[in-house]
């Protein structure tokens, strides 16, 4: 149960970060975060939700890999896992130097928004949609029994998002980077920052 401490460790932090994280770390290559800075906040004002938070914010940093004692970060990262908003949100806005992805919570439709180039004025956006995901992807049980069948599982792709989302690696550095947002937010916010192998 969620709400239960002694059950998952944690509220929204512990059930929903692990989405942001888990896509953040699939798309820096497997890298854990740098630094970690992390709030927690309770607002419910159901006794169940009385002994976790229900509000988070994450702060990541991604130091240059080749020079880590450098202070420029090559990305940063917002997660704000909460369970206290008024509708269902699942929203994603990526920025960078030259361009802008911005993803839609309209499901079952998979659609962003494109920005490319810099201006002043951002350009008006391109509607791209995803392409719908194949058999074993397209359903959780299907992939979970593909994925966790011997013969089967030499069969997919390791280049598949859906695959390296699943990863044990990934999900190890996932682990341990909700494990330091944990102690930060005990620590007040306090940055919690590792030396990069």
Known sequence: MDTDPARSGGG??????????????????????????ATVRQF???PIYSRVEDDASILLEYFNASNPHSLSSVATATIEPSWNWAWNRKDMDFDARTGALSSLTDYPES???VRQGWQRVAPPPD?????????PY???????IDASNGSSRARLDPDNLSVVLS????NMVVMEAID????????GGMQMCVQEA
């Open 127 to 135: 509607t791209v949609t995803s392409s719908p995901l194949q058999a």
């Open 111 to 113: 659609q962003h928004h």
């Open 180 to 187: 330091r947002a944990y102690e930060s937010a005990r620590k």
């Open 138 to 144: 397209d359903n959780p049980l299907s992939y979970l």
């Open 44 to 46: 419910k004002k159901d």
């Open 12 to 37: 929204s932090l512990m059930c929903f970060a692990s989405y942001g994280l888990s896509i953040l770390t699939a798309l820096m290559g497997g890298r854990a975060p740098s630094c970690i800075s």
């Open 167 to 170: 990863s044990f690696s990934l």
